[in-house]
């Protein structure tokens, strides 16, 4: 018999993604774009550090499925190199840096735009 990969995502996981959807006025954080389905705006929530267990708020981001695919591809929040802070991801990496308890040195940041 084959193991089974037991679900990450909480029980209320729905709960959970429409909560932070209602929160950002179901508009994607970083293009602003509102949630319709019908042009391929779908709003999701997208786990920063990868991890679909960690719920934590400085993890989740509401973006549209298209900036998802771009920032997916593209951030590695456990990077130590240089990078510019946009404004809708700053609240997510200070936050990543306080749960962590790590100290952002001078001139950190992360372009993903």
């Given at each position: 018999?084959?193991?089974?990969?037991?679900?990450?995502?909480?029980?209320?996981?729905?709960?959970?993604?429409?909560d932070?959807k209602?929160?950002?006025?179901?508009?994607?954080?970083?293009?602003?774009h509102?949630?319709?389905v019908?042009?391929?705006?779908?709003?999701?929530?997208?786990?920063?550090?990868?991890?679909?267990?960690?719920?934590?708020?400085?993890?989740?981001?509401?973006?549209?499925?298209?900036?998802?695919?771009?920032?997916q591809?593209?951030?590695?929040?456990?990077?130590?190199?240089?990078?510019?802070?946009?404004?809708?991801?700053?609240?997510?990496?200070?936050?990543?840096?306080?749960?962590?308890?790590?100290?952002?040195?001078?001139?950190?940041?992360?372009?993903?735009?």
């Amino acid at each position: 018999m084959g193991k089974f990969k037991q679900n990450p995502y909480p029980d209320n996981w729905e709960q959970i993604a429409s909560d932070l959807k209602e929160r950002h006025g179901w508009k994607c954080e970083r293009c602003g774009h509102p949630h319709e389905v019908d042009t391929g705006y779908v709003l999701t929530i997208h786990h920063l550090d990868g991890d679909p267990a960690n719920n934590q708020d400085w993890n989740l981001a509401c973006l549209c499925q298209r900036c998802h695919l771009k920032v997916q591809g593209r951030i590695n929040i456990f990077q130590t190199y240089m990078f510019i802070l946009t404004d809708w991801f700053e609240p997510h990496y200070r936050g990543f840096l306080e749960a962590h308890h790590l100290n952002q040195r001078e001139g950190e940041s992360v372009s993903v735009d």
